[in-house]
């Protein structure tokens, strides 16, 4: 069974600084991998994606990610944070076929003046 | 794209009552998935649409639940004789089928409270 394992639940960081979150997924084959964000009382929005081709993906909103098979991960980044990014960020491995997804437990994310 | 549509936002019933919520996907959208997101969790699937057809339920999914999507269209999720641990919000999402790699887009949920 798909899973993904995000290990920071929380994460604070100055506004300006740089980000990087965590995500180790576990699939049998080659895993569809997306990062959403959700702001509270709203829905995810879809941040970044990766299906094949190049490792490095970038995103909306300054972010990228990059897939690194050999260590069943897809960590987020950002290189300069603002107020704007506190919110709960959501890594999610979906399968073939109908793209069943399955989330992570999210990382909320505080961003400090 | 007008986005996914839920409705209601919010939703407060006491304990024992019925409950339905409606989900309008993004118009060329023919997948159409369910999810519960409690809190200080991830969305937890718990059903998907292809067009009319419902393709799979979670475990999660117990009987007191049912969906549907009569049309292809919107789709709407009903709880019977609903329980406190129904307190949870209420996402839905859709995608396109081609290519089998296409994101899923949620709306903004329904937040159901169980008095």
């Known amino acids: 069974a798909q899973s993904v394992t995000q290990p920071d639940i929380h994460i604070t960081v100055s506004e300006g600084a740089s980000l990087e979150l965590r995500c180790n997924y576990s699939?049998?084959?080659?895993?569809?991998l997306f990062w959403y964000v959700q702001s509270p009382g709203q829905g995810l929005q879809l941040l970044l994606k990766?299906?094949?081709?190049?490792?490095l993906v970038q995103g909306i909103k300054g972010f990228e990610a990059e897939f690194k098979r050999s260590q069943s991960s897809f960590n987020l980044r950002k290189p300069s944070v603002h107020w704007s990014d506190a919110a709960e960020y959501f890594c999610a491995v979906g399968s073939g076929g109908y793209q069943k997804v399955t989330f992570g437990t999210g990382t909320k994310l505080q961003v400090i003046p | 794209d007008t986005g996914v549509s839920q409705n209601p936002r919010h939703k407060i019933t006491k304990r024992g009552q019925n409950v339905t919520f409606r989900c309008d996907p993004i118009s060329e959208h023919n997948r159409l998935y369910w999810y519960r997101q409690t809190l200080g969790q991830g969305p937890e699937f718990l059903t998907y649409f292809q067009n009319e057809a419902q393709l799979e339920k979670s475990r999660l999914l117990s009987d007191r639940f049912s969906a549907e999507r009569p049309k292809g269209s919107f789709s709407t999720l009903e709880i019977q004789r609903t329980e406190q641990g129904d307190s949870a919000m209420y996402l839905c999402a859709s995608s396109l089928a081609e290519g089998g790699n296409q994101p899923q887009h949620f709306g903004d949920g329904t937040r159901l409270s169980i008095l």
């Open positions: 699939y049998g084959a080659t895993p569809y």
């Open positions: 990766y299906f094949s081709g190049d490792t």
